[in-house]
């Protein structure tokens, strides 16, 4: 075996495995993003009840509800943006949108 082709093999090795990846994640986001946001808007609905709310953790659970919904509607379609479709990210054409979403998906966790 030559070394041409055992780099050419390790090439189209490699292709496989990113083609592998962004269906993954394409898959992965489309049933992520309206799975979370119906179970996020359950627990916001089931948190705001009134005997939850004046209970401390229910407060916080709320909180964190809340918080995820944000970062499911916003975090997993720029992800999936970013990752999924390579020829399509935005934040490679502009350095303020780029900068903007970096500190919007830290931020969020």
């Known amino acids: 075996m030559s070394s041409s082709s055992t780099v050419s093999s390790l090439v189209l090795e490699a292709n496989n495995l990113n083609y592998i990846t962004m269906m993954f994640i394409r898959c992965y986001c489309y ?3 309206p799975l979370g946001i119906v179970g996020h808007s359950i627990s916001i609905y089931v948190f705001t009840r009134r005997t939850l709310r004046i209970v401390p953790c229910g407060r916080y659970f709320l909180a964190a509800s809340i918080i995820r919904l944000l970062q499911t509607c ?13 020829d399509t990210d935005p934040g490679a054409h502009s350095v303020i949108f780029c900068k903007t979403t970096w500190f919007s998906l830290y931020s969020l966790r």
Do not use: E, N
């Open 31 to 33: 049933i992520a993003i």
């Open 74 to 86: 916003y975090s997993l379609p720029m992800r999936m943006i970013q990752s999924a479709f390579v």
